[in-house]
């Protein structure tokens, strides 16, 4: 992947199309986008307001799409794009975005910034400007099938422990099953009774399901650090293992930018559509309380709140399932103020949790997820992305605050009918 | 020149090159960006995009309770300086009468002394934003050449026509003039601002309506 | 008390034990694979744990200081994992277990969580350990033969 400031900018004039060329049309520079975006309403840094972050890009753009712009560049007075702006840009760019879409939804005319960003990203990594970091996850996920490093020898080694605990066999690469089960690095390393939560609950709702040795790792680090060919790289290995083993659905788990990746980019990256359907696990197990299949016990006491992971809810489609779901199991559920469609980030996405040089932004921006958090005062938080849920927990106990951070999944699979309690 | 020689070339010539270039230039920019095109999405969707699209074309007018608290006064003096442009310009008797020359069809118009009002509404809303934009933290560091360029140029007119109907300072047919060159300095170099979004946002709004309602999420 | 062979049973006479066994059978766990864990604090914390007359705030400030354990051990998002490192985020998250008042455990109990999470310490550290002739199993049949001796005193 050898980088150069040529690259760079060749990558951004292939990312303009008809959208990008609307949105910076339009931008009359109000500045509201800036109070949607937490790494701005936090820090008080202007420089962070989420429209100013894909300055690389409308330079591209107005000086290569645009009457004006065009003129303006024969006669030598457009504004460059130079190796000093994507150096000043990277943290912008990088540190200061997860890429949580809430700039998109507040924009009065209508500009997706979020995809504005994401589409700078591929001009900063072309050109060599991407975090640390993520460069290494990235070179991970490419040659060990795993941003973590997490090798199919690691994975069975948990898989066994599950089986070990639950008493039931987990199927690996077996062929025309209903669903294919993808696992984030995060859950195999930190939570891997995410696998057994699923086990339980496909064994109770008789779901045919498998985990492949060859395709198991659902984060797409490709997506993150903004290179759709590596992103489209890491996709391709899921999609052939899918269509090898002839898997109805391919599941997505509880990891935020994975979802995005292989749900709503994943055929656009690879040029074709799949010949599988793509769904969270929210989703299916939504979808198994529809059929009423899932059927869930003893109720939750305590005070629950959800925390909506960006990528799932606002960006993904994903935010009725996890209410249909925790309405199975809680009388006791509350909304944080902007719950739903409008959530905060936890901070983390995108990229910055992999990224040592934002840990402290991360640290002070999660002031916003504890303003929400303290307005409900739950006994326990429930979300369905492991980054979320352990950014959560690290912020949470940085301020002293002693609240649970549960899994969706995890805490469905405590309350299935016949499981102890 | 003289100034009804002035007022002459401002409502005939002036006029006739200023809509040339006003029209030309939106059709261009316009045409740049559909030109421009967008890729099939290829994804399983969830919802439609056309529907989506239309729909936050006229949602995304409204904004959510948290951004209003927090953008309160731009999103205010926003409104109130759009709606006093369109009132003052399309709901004017003499506006009115000129269009109908132009094109042939008319409409009621509001009384005189309603659209005076209207004005100064409007004047006090342009002055409160641009106090707003230099001294918002977010708006000062992100405000150029052209938002101020472009603030003036919108001014003018109103402050201009303004004058001109209360027949303030000079000449009727030098403020007349004046308001009509300063409108013709507008559309000239309209095409070439961020002012193109009072036609670009249809596209932009539809396009996020559409890419989101793909997803299934509303915006 | 014969001898436990099998995960039903042991789970099940742990369940059955009363709190303050059920910490220290869990803090024996734990102990068994303190060598896997870098951090200090757990060694002071399990100590807490097993000890019959600790107070109640000592205890919650042994659990507060094992949480804690877990956040500086686990693995970040995207970085570089380490089985051998991530032993200990396991170890601590085993103490985490043992430290947790039966009322608010996960399923099983405190005890069979902190069995089941210094097993997999003791698995993490085998992932990294290509050379190791030893299977995971070894740690469970520990876990039985504690287990045993326990009850037996």
Known sequence: MSASLEKGINALKEQVDSTVAAFFSSCVHCGMCAQACLFFTETGDPSRTPINKTEPLRRIWKSEYTLLGRIGKILGLSKKVDEKLLTDWETLVYDSCTLCGRCSMVCPVGNDITLMIRKTREGMVAAGHAPEGLIGATKRAVTIGSPMGVTWKALSAQIRHVEEDTGLKIPVDVEGVEYLLLLSSMEIMNFPEF????????????????????????????????????AAELVQRIV???????????????????????????????????????????????????QGRLKISGKEARKLTYHDPCQISRRGGVIDEPRRLIDMFSDNFVEMPDGGKMNWCCGAGGGVSANERADEIRLKVFQRKKDQIDAVRPDAILSACSNCRIHLEDGLEEYNMDIPLLSLTETIAEHLEGSEV | MTEIELLSWARGPGLQIATIIFVAGVVIRIFEILMLGRKANLAEAKGSEMSSGLKTIVSRTVPDRDTFQRSGLTIVAGYFFHFGLFVTFFLYAPHILFIKDLIGIGWPALPTPVVDAVAVVTIISMLAVLVNRLTNKVMRYLTNFEDLLTWFLTIAPLVTGYMAFHRMGFTAPTLLATHILSVELLLVIFPFTKLMHSFTLFLAR?????????RGVAS | MSDISNDADFRQILQDLGSLQQRQIAARFVEHVLSLSDDDRLDRVIKTVADKDASEDELAGALKSAKAATFDSHARCGAEGHWSEQAGYFVARAAVAAGTPPAQSRVGGPAWQAAMSARMAYTSMLIDDDSSQQSAHTECEWQYQSLSDYLNV
């Open chain 1, 240 to 290: 052939d293992v899918a269509e090898k083993l002839k898997v109805k659905t391919v599941i997505s788990p509880e990891c935020g930018h994975a979802y995005m990746a292989i749900r709503w980019d994943g055929p656009n990256l690879i040029g074709r559509p799949f010949l599988f359907k793509v769904r969270h696990i929210l989703e299916v197990l939504d979808d198994l309380r529809t």
């Open chain 1, 195 to 230: 696998i057994e939560a699923v086990a339980k609950i496909f064994d109770q709702t008789n779901s045919s399901w498998t985990i492949s040795s060859e395709a198991f790792e659902a984060t797409n680090s490709g997506i993150q650090i903004g290179a759709s060919d590596i």
């Open chain 2, 206 to 214: 539809w396009y996020n309506g559409a890419i989101s309602g793909y």
